[in-house]
C-alpha cells in the first residue's frame, strides 16, 4: 500500500524540493520509486547524516554537497530487511550543529503549523515532514536534543535510544561519545516499529552494545518524577507542563517532584564535550580525499585552509575552534577533563533517582517554536536552552518527546526520561498519554491511506 501512495506522491514530494523557500522544504532529495523496495511495512525518510547507498550524504554542508554513499548505514540496513525503506533525505543544521535548521547550507525548512517559525534541529527536516505526514516516520540523529526538540516544535513523537542499542556504523559523526541513531514518527507504534527494526549490536560499531531482547518483560512506570525548580518556561509551555503532570495523576501514575543539582552545568559540560569530539571527528574533511575542494591551492596547507574556509558555515567553524581551544595542551584539564567529570556527577545523580522513580518528566525545550531568522533566538539562546536535552546525551539513557496538545496555536511537546534499556516502559507511559493528548496535525496534511481513497474513488 504505502508503495504505491509513494508513488503517486512523487508530485508533492518535488514540490518540497523544489519551493524550500515558500514551503516546509523537509526533503533535500527523493529516491525513484525503483529504489524503495517492497514497502510492505512503513516508508521511512533519513536525516542526511546517515548513508543511504545511492543518495548523497551532504549533512548539509558545502563540504560534501557532491558526495553520494556507496553504502547503508546498519539501521537503515536493518530497516531495510524489516520491509521499511528509506524514500528520501530530509534537511538539517550542518553536521548537526544548531537547534532550529537554519544552519544548513543547502535549504531552508520551515515548521508545518507556522511557515514563520523554525522545526527545530537539527532533525528538522525529519520532524516536519513527519508532522506534514509526507512519511509516517523518519530517523534522525540525537546529539544533545536534536530527534527531541524538534519533534516538540512540530508536535510529533521523538525518541533518542540509550546509547549504543542502535549502530552508529554509517553516521557521519560530530561527537561520537554523545550521539544516537533515533526515530521521529506519527505515533507510539510506528515509534516503537522502527526503533525495533533499527536495534542490536553491531560488530562495526565498538560502541553498540546487545539491548534487552525485543518484546522482553519490563517493569511497568508507577512513579513518576516532575522535575522541579525555577526551569525558567515560556508560560505557554509551564502551563502545558503542569497539566502534562496533572494528566499522568489522572492516569493513575503517582508523581513525585525531583530536582537535578546537577542542572546548572549540563549546558557547559555538553558543549565542552561535544566542541571537543566536534574538532576531532571533522578534521577528517580537509579537501584530500573527498569532500569540497579549491579550484587551485600553491601546497597542502593552501589546500586545506581553502577547502575548510569554504567548506564549512560558520557555526562548524565555530564549534571546531572551542573544541581545538579546550583540547590543547594546558587547557585539557581546565575544560576537557572537567567536563568528563561533570558527566560522571550528573549519571550518579541520575542513578540516584532512579531509585526512587521509574521515569522523570520534564519540559523538552523552554519555549515553543521561535520565529525564523533574526527575531527569533540567536545562537547562544538557543545552546543555553538546551539543558532539558542534553541531560540524556551526558548519562547515555533514553528519552522520548511526546505531544501534549496545543498552546496559542502551536504544539508542545514533553519530554519522558528513563534508565538504560527502559525504552519499553517509555512507550507504555506515551501511549497512555496519547488518550488525553491525542496526536494532532497541521491543516493540509493529508494522511496517505486517505489521499489513496479519495484518489482512487
Not at 539543558?387 to 498552546?407: C, D, H, M, Q, Y
Request: charge should be negative.
Amino acid at each position: 500500500m504505502w508503495k504505491d501512495v509513494l508513488g503517486a506522491h512523487r508530485e508533492t514530494y518535488a514540490r518540497f524540493i523544489s519551493e524550500q523557500d515558500t514551503d516546509v522544504g523537509a526533503f533535500l532529495e527523493v529516491g525513484a520509486p525503483s529504489q524503495w523496495g517492497d514497502a510492505t511495512v512503513l516508508p521511512i525518510a533519513c536525516k542526511d547524516n546517515i548513508a543511504v547507498k545511492g543518495y548523497h550524504l551532504t549533512c548539509g554542508s558545502r563540504m560534501l554537497q557532491e558526495l553520494v554513499s556507496p553504502y547503508d548505514a546498519t539501521a537503515v540496513a536493518r530497516l531495510r530487511e524489516a520491509g521499511m525503506p528509506v524514500v528520501g533525505k530530509t534537511n538539517l543544521d550542518e553536521f548537526g550543529m544548531g537547534s532550529s535548521t537554519e544552519n544548513s547550507a543547502l535549504g531552508t525548512t520551515r515548521n508545518p503549523w507556522d511557515l514563520e517559525r523554525v522545526t527545530g534541529g537539527s532533525s528538522g527536516g525529519s520532524a516536519a515532514a513527519v508532522a506534514q505526514r509526507l512519511v509516517p516516520a523518519a530517523i534522525g540523529s540525537d546529539t544533545g536534543g536534536s530527534i527531541r526538540q524538534p519533534a516538540a516544535f512540530c508536535g510529533v513523537y521523538g525518541l533518542k535510544p540509550t546509547y549504543g542499542t542502535v549502530s552508529r556504523y554509517g553516521l557521519v559523526a560530530y561527537a561520537s561519545s554523545l550521539e544516537v541513531i533515533g526515530v521521529v514518527a506519527d505515533s507510539v507504534d510506528h515509534t516503537a516499529q522502527v526503533f525495533t527494526g533499527m536495534r542490536g549490536i553491531d560488530e562495526r560499531d565498538h560502541s553498540s552494545v546487545a539491548p534487552p531482547e525485543a518484546g522482553a518483560p519490563s517493569p511497568e512506570a508507577r512513579t513518576i518524577g516532575v522535575l522541579g525548580g525555577d526551569l525558567g518556561l515560556d508560560p505557554a509551555v509551564e502551563r502545558n507542563f503542569a497539566a502534562t503532570a496533572e494528566a499522568l495523576r489522572d492516569l493513575g501514575y503517582k508523581t513525585v517532584p525531583v530536582e537535578l543539582t546537577t542542572g546548572e552545568h549540563v549546558v557547559p559540560s555538553y558543549y565542552t564535550i561535544a566542541a571537543a569530539e566536534a574538532s576531532a571527528n571533522l578534521a577528517r574533511f580537509n579537501g584530500v580525499r573527498y569532500g569540497h575542494r579549491p579550484v587551485y591551492s600553491e601546497n597542502p596547507e593552501e589546500l586545506m585552509r581553502g577547502a575548510r574556509s569554504e567548506g564549512f558555515g560558520d557555526e562548524v567553524k565555530l564549534r571546531i575552534v572551542l573544541g581545538t581551544y579546550v583540547l590543547r595542551s594546558g587547557f585539557q584539564d581546565q575544560y576537557y577533563t572537567r567536563a568528563q567529570k561533570i558527566r560522571t556527577l550528573i549519571r550518579r545523580e541520575l542513578e540516584e533517582i532512579y531509585k526512587t522513580v521509574d521515569l522523570i518528566l520534564l519540559p523538552a525545550f523552554p519555549t515553543q517554536a521561535f520565529p525564523r531568522g533574526d527575531s527569533g533566538m540567536d545562537a547562544f539562546q538557543q545552546k543555553v536552552a538546551d539543558r532539558f536535552t542534553s541531560t540524556a546525551n551526558l548519562a547515555a539513557v533514553p528519552a522520548l518527546t511526546v505531544p501534549t496538545g496545543r498552546e496559542e496555536g502551536l504544539p508542545v511537546g514533553m519530554q519522558l526520561m528513563g534508565p538504560v534499556f527502559s525504552e519499553e516502559r517509555l512507550f507504555g507511559v506515551a501511549r497512555k498519554l496519547a488518550e488525553p493528548f491525542p496526536i494532532e496535525f497541521p491543516d493540509g496534511a493529508i494522511p496517505f491511506d486517505r489521499w489513496r481513497a479519495e484518489k482512487e474513488g
